[in-house]
């Protein structure tokens, strides 16, 4: 069983920034793949990337490439999401995700086997 709390959203202006973080509980954060999907309002959940076990690869939707940096702290329990030149079309609930695979694509929003509850980003124009 593996818990995730996000945390680090907000209110930013367009062209800012702004890093979110998932904890993890449990001792076998590091066995996970862990991702991150967003959900706008009237919208389907997005994949936004993901990040291997070992934090050496990572996978990018396109709307984020670029821009958006995963990375995680296998020590600290904890995945990262640093988000630049953020747009107001960022604006969403951004959700974090582990998987128990090897894999990196763009995951449906079916797969991952524990979501957490959700943290509000708003960008402004």
């Known amino acids: 069983q593996v818990q995730l709390v996000e945390s680090g959203g907000g209110l930013v202006q367009a062209d800012g920034s702004l890093r979110l973080s998932c904890a993890a509980s449990?001792?076998?954060?590091?066995?996970?793949?862990m991702g991150w999907f967003r959900q706008a309002p009237g919208k389907e959940r997005e994949f936004v990337g993901c990040?291997?076990?070992?934090?050496?690869?990572?996978y990018y939707g396109d709307s984020v490439k670029g821009r958006f940096t995963i990375s995680r702290d296998n020590a600290k329990n904890t995945v990262y999401l640093q988000m630049n030149s953020l747009k107001p079309e960022d604006t969403a609930v951004y959700y974090c995700?582990?998987?128990?695979?090897?894999?990196?694509?763009?995951?449906?929003?079916?797969?991952?086997?524990?979501w957490g509850q959700g943290t509000q980003v708003t960008v402004s124009s």
């Open positions: 990040i291997s076990w070992s934090g050496s690869n990572t």
């Open positions: 995700a582990a998987r128990s695979t090897q894999y990196l694509y763009r995951w449906g929003p079916n797969e991952p086997d524990y």
């Open positions: 449990g001792r076998t954060f590091s066995s996970y793949a």
